[in-house]
């Protein structure tokens, strides 16, 4: 599930597609409309970034952010604060980009744990790196231990739904 967007959201709506999953696009009206990507199986256009963001949490996982802007900084900093409060338990949150996100990280670091706003285990909710099989392996270890989700579930599910 991604924005549905072009660039990097269509690229992850193909790998999914292509790994024979399903592929969902959370889009938005914005004022230089973005057309869902043609690697979705369903999307869904909202008006409301809050919204899109409900849909985004309900329907997932895991979280993992590429480098991005303000939409990008908003969405990660409500899962994070999501996760930190326990509303969605021990939900993995990757940053893809090391170098992007190491002034975020640093601000966090720095002024808000400094401040006292958040605390030091806090940054534990984040995992960093530049590896694309570093983001997988950590989404596929957390899903496995936490939610017990299993490769068997998976093939169990397709067969009886006919897929």
């Not at 690229?11 to 292509?18: C, I, P, S, V, Y």
């Not at 939610?147 to 739904?161: K, V």
């Amino acid at each position: 599930m991604t924005g549905g967007g072009p660039g990097i959201m269509e690229a992850a709506n193909r790998g999914a597609k292509e790994a024979g999953g399903r592929s969902i696009g959370c889009n938005i009206e914005l004022p230089k409309e973005q057309s869902p990507n043609a690697y979705l199986d369903r999307w869904v256009t909202f008006k409301h970034f809050f919204v899109r963001k409900v849909m985004l949490v309900k329907y997932s996982y895991a979280f993992i952010a590429m480098p991005g802007g303000f939409g990008t900084l908003d969405e990660v900093t409500e899962a994070a604060t999501l996760i930190q409060t326990g509303k969605i338990a021990g939900f993995p949150m990757v940053l893809v980009g090391v170098e992007f996100w190491k002034p975020f990280l640093d601000f966090m670091r720095n002024t808000l744990i400094k401040e006292g706003t958040i605390d030091p285990t806090d940054m534990d909710l984040l995992f960093v790196t530049d590896s694309a099989e570093e983001a997988a392996a950590h989404v596929r270890d957390i899903g496995l231990q936490r939610f017990g989700l299993t490769y068997e579930q998976r093939i169990r599910r397709l067969w009886f739904l006919g897929e």
